[in-house]
C-alpha cells in the first residue's frame, strides 16, 4: 500500500487542522492505520490510530481530547481533525499503515512497515 498525507500547514494557537493521508492499494480496508509526528530533533511519536474497522481508536496522552482519528474506507482515506493546537504539536506528521497489530504494538512505529511522506505542521504561539 502507498500513502500519501497532505494538509499540514502554518497555524495559530489554538487554531484546527485536518491532515488526510490517502492510500493506494485493494487492502487498505485490512489495515490499521496510524499518525506519528517527529519534531526537531526528537524522535518520532505515536499520536493516534484506527482499527481497520473503525471500531478502536488509540490515541497519545498528549493529543487525547483534542484530535479525533477517522477512516474512510471506501475513499481509501485516513483523516486526523486536530483541534485547540499547541505549538509543541509543531512536526512533520506521517501517516503508516500496519496489519495484524496488537493493542500495546499498536502505538510502535516498528511494527508499521507502510509509511507516507509527512505533512508538516507548524504552531505558531
Known amino acids: 500500500v502507498q500513502l500519501q498525507a497532505f494538509g499540514g500547514g502554518l497555524v495559530q494557537a489554538w487554531g484546527s487542522l485536518r491532515l488526510s493521508c490517502a492510500a493506494s492499494?485493494?487492502?487498505?480496508?485490512?489495515?490499521?492505520m496510524g499518525w506519528f509526528r517527529q519534531a526537531p530533533g526528537k524522535e518520532r511519536e505515536f499520536v493516534a490510530a484506527i482499527r481497520w474497522n473503525g471500531a478502536s481508536t488509540y490515541y497519545a496522552d498528549s493529543v487525547k481530547g483534542r484530535c479525533t482519528i477517522s477512516r474512510d474506507n471506501a475513499k481509501r482515506t485516513v483523516y486526523l481533525q486536530m483541534n485547540s493546537l499547541k505549538p509543541e504539536d509543531t512536526a512533520i506528521y506521517h501517516c503508516a499503515a500496519g496489519a495484524n497489530l496488537i493493542v500495546t504494538t499498536t502505538t510502535m512505529s516498528r511494527f508499521y512497515p507502510y509509511w507516507g511522506q509527512g505533512t508538516l505542521v507548524t504552531v505558531s504561539s
Open positions: 492499494g485493494r487492502t487498505f480496508n485490512s489495515y490499521t
